[in-house]
C-alpha cells in the first residue's frame, strides 16, 4: 500500500510540477519575453558596434551602478549586443584605450576626462556614445 501511495504522490506532483512550468511559460510569452530589453540594446547600440573596433577589448562605462539590476543588466545586454567585441567594465576591470558610453541622462564630459581622460569620439544619440582615452 505504501508503494501505492509514493507512486501516486510522485505522479501528481510530477503532474504540478508540469502545469506550474506551462503557466511560467505562459505567463513569460505574453510579457513581452524580453524584461530588460536585450533586443531593444541591440538595435540602440549597432550605431556604436560600426565605429567600435572589433579586435580590441572594449571598455563600458555608465550612470547606472552595476551593482543594481538596470546597470548589471544594461552591461549584459550591452556585451551581448556588441559581440564579437570583448567589453569589460571600466574603469574597474581594465583601462582600454577605446569605451563605450550608455547613459540614462546626459554625462559630465569634462568630469570624465579629467577623471579617466576620456575623449567624446562620437554621440550617437538615446545615451550611446564613444569615448577614446587620451594620450596623457
Not at 552595476?66 to 546597470?71: A, L, P, Q, S
Not at 541622462?105 to 554621440?123: E, N, S
Request: with cysteine; charged share 25%.
Amino acid at each position: 500500500m505504501r508503494v501505492i501511495a509514493g507512486a501516486c504522490a510522485i505522479a501528481l506532483l510530477s503532474i504540478w510540477a508540469c502545469l506550474d512550468h506551462y503557466n511560467a511559460a505562459k505567463l513569460f510569452r505574453d510579457g513581452g519575453g524580453d524584461p530588460y530589453r536585450v533586443e531593444a540594446q541591440i538595435e540602440r547600440l549597432r550605431p556604436a558596434a560600426a565605429v567600435l573596433p572589433e579586435a580590441v577589448t572594449t571598455g563600458y562605462i555608465s550612470d547606472v551602478p552595476f551593482e543594481e539590476v538596470r546597470g548589471s543588466a544594461g552591461f549584459f545586454g550591452a556585451q551581448y549586443a556588441m559581440a564579437p567585441r570583448l567589453l569589460v567594465e571600466f574603469p574597474k576591470t581594465a583601462r582600454p584605450d577605446w569605451v563605450l558610453g550608455n547613459f540614462s541622462g546626459p554625462p559630465d564630459l569634462g568630469a570624465l576626462d579629467r577623471d579617466y581622460g576620456l575623449v567624446l569620439v562620437r554621440d550617437l544619440g538615446r545615451g550611446v556614445m564613444v569615448f577614446r582615452r587620451s594620450g596623457r
